[in-house]
Each structure stands twice: as C-alpha cells, then as structure tokens.
C-alpha cells in the first residue's frame, strides 16, 4: 500500500506564492509519475502539473508559466512553486502519483489533499 501526505497548503493573497510538498512512502518498487491535480468549488477534478520518471513536466493550461512542478526521485517527494496566484486558483489540490509495486505490476494513489485558498 502506498501512502501519499500534502502539505503546504493554506490561505494566501492574490499575486503570493505558495509551495505544496508530497512524500510518497509504502511499497515502491518505482515511481513513473508524479503530480497534483485539483478540484475547486463546483468543479471536477483537473491536471495541475506532473513529472515523470525522466523529468518530463506536463501542465494545466491555466497554470502555465506561473506554477512550476519538481522533484526529489530519492525521496520520492514531489513539489509544486505557485506563483502570481489567483483567487481561480483556490482549490483543494490533490497529490498522485502513478508507480510499480513490483516488476509488471502497475498502480496509482491519490493522496488525502491539501486546501489552497486565495484571498484578500
């Protein structure tokens, strides 16, 4: 089983920034992604950003050249920079991350997730 714990989270002010952590811990054999996703007030559940085994980054449009995703492989932590934040950024962001347990066999976790809030 694998466990994944945000933390970062909290209120700030229109045009701050915030850095969200997640540390993924249990039966890893390896880790292919990491990410965060999402989910504000009435909405479904979007990509943020991920990072992949090899460095590869994806990213939200909506978030494009004010977040930037990173990694520590040998901690299996992932981080997420959020910069110029907007009130539309306000949601609770949930870390993921997609692994092997073992040689041929694949999973993914979805942590409990962290409350972002942007306010004035």
């Known amino acids: 089983q694998v466990q994944l714990v945000e933390s970062g989270g909290g209120l700030v002010q229109p045009g701050g920034s915030l850095r969200l952590s997640c540390a993924a811990s249990?039966?890893?054999?390896?880790?292919?992604?990491m990410g965060w996703y999402r989910q504000g007030p009435g909405k479904e559940r979007e990509l943020v950003a991920t990072?992949?085994?090899?460095?590869?980054?994806k990213y939200g449009d909506s978030v494009k050249g004010r977040f930037t995703i990173s990694r520590e492989a040998a901690k299996n932590t992932v981080y997420l920079q959020m910069g110029s934040l907007k009130p539309e950024d306000t949601a609770v962001y949930y870390c993921?991350?997609?692994?092997?347990?073992?040689?041929?066999?694949?999973?993914?976790?979805w942590g409990q997730g962290t409350q972002v809030t942007v306010s004035s």
């Open positions: 993921y991350t997609e692994f092997a347990v073992r040689i041929g066999k694949r999973s993914s976790s």
């Open positions: 249990g039966s890893i054999f390896s880790i292919n992604v």
């Open positions: 990072i992949s085994s090899d460095g590869a980054t």
